[in-house]
């Protein structure tokens, strides 16, 4: 990842099969977006589907970085987004859970949590070659909320298990009267 400058709005891309990733790449680049392909080095040889002139098109789009084959892609991922700055926004299907358990307390659960769905970019509509729709991602904290006579409160309706980046879409509004 050495050479690589943060862009304003860099976007990192990982952990996508080629037709996917290549309709990814290509409706990012077109929102004139910098963008950081995380992949692996089997991509380069052709191998698994990989066709070299599609890559080839796609690094006309992208900056790439090609991790070894056996190697853990997270850390690099994680780096990557963290060093380019607070308006990096990172794509993954990985929820990324292994790294929030090796954290040491709640507290750092927490906030890496909040950070990752601030971040995280998740394709919530892909029909190839034609639309990639991204689920949007929340500018306000989804907690309870106060002030000196109101309460905000986020809820479900019914318990539902929720991946990592999905926040409750309603909320419990009390005031004091």
């Known amino acids: 990842l ?6 304003p709005f860099p976007v ?16 990012l680049a077109q929102q ?3 963008l950081l392909v995380l992949g692996r080095k089997h991509m380069l040889t052709g191998s698994h589907g990989w066709k070299r002139h599609i890559l080839a098109a796609m690094q006309k789009k992208a900056d790439f970085f090609f ?6 892609d997270d850390p690099f991922l994680l780096y990557a987004t963290l060093h380019s700055g607070s ?7 990985d929820l990324l ?3 929030k358990a090796c954290l040491p307390d709640n507290l750092t ?13 998740v394709l919530s509509h892909y029909w190839p070659g034609k639309r990639i729709k991204f689920q949007p991602i929340l500018t306000y904290d989804t ?3 106060t002030t000196a006579d109101t309460w905000h409160i986020p809820y479900d309706e019914q318990l539902v298990e929720r991946y990592s980046y999905e926040v409750p879409t309603k909320w419990l509004c009390l005031q004091r009267k």
């Open 2 to 7: 050495k050479g690589f400058t943060s862009a």
């Open 87 to 93: 308006h990096c926004k990172f794509l993954t299907r």
């Open 67 to 72: 991790a070894e084959n056996v190697s853990e």
């Open 109 to 121: 659960r927490y906030l890496f949590f909040k950070w990752q769905r601030g971040h995280q970019m």
């Open 32 to 34: 004139n977006l910098r």
């Open 97 to 99: 859970r292994d790294h």
């Open 12 to 27: 990192l891309c990982f952990c996508f099969c080629f037709l996917q990733l290549l309709d990814v790449v290509f409706h």
């Open 143 to 145: 907690v309870v909320q």
